[in-house]
């Protein structure tokens, strides 16, 4: 992936408090009744706001609270770090199929 755009290293570990993130880790109740993200999930709008988000590299917790946004609206959020993980997962996979 050369022109994969991707959030660096630094992003996915928290070195300040502006960059922490309020993901919990699986089997957490912060959910409130939304369904986890889950990679069948990944179109190309939402790959696009990744896309975007990605090259104007905000902190990791403001990525999630974007993404939220649009997932949100779907009854879907990004609630724990597998959460996360995944989406990145699916991000890529899509870039991947995309090519």
Same mark, same amino acid.
């Given at each position: ?24 880790? +699986? ?5 409130s009744?939304?369904?986890? #993200?889950? !990679?069948? $999930? /990944?179109? *190309? ?6 896309q ?7 902190p ?7 993404l939220?946004v649009?997932?949100? +609206? ?9 959460? #996360?993980? !995944?989406? $990145? /997962?699916? *991000? ?8």
């Amino acid at each position: 992936m050369p022109n994969s755009p991707s959030l660096p290293a630094s992003a996915t570990k928290p070195t300040g408090a502006s960059n922490v993130s309020s993901l919990h880790h +699986s089997g957490s109740t912060a959910m409130s009744g939304l369904r986890p #993200f889950r !990679a069948e $999930l /990944m179109d *190309a709008r939402l790959y696009q706001l990744y896309q975007n988000l990605a090259a104007i590299n905000p902190p990791v917790g403001q990525v999630i609270a974007a993404l939220n946004v649009c997932l949100r +609206s779907h009854g879907w959020v990004i609630a724990t770090i597998e959460d #996360f993980e !995944a989406f $990145l /997962m699916a *991000a890529e996979a899509w870039e991947d199929a995309h090519e």
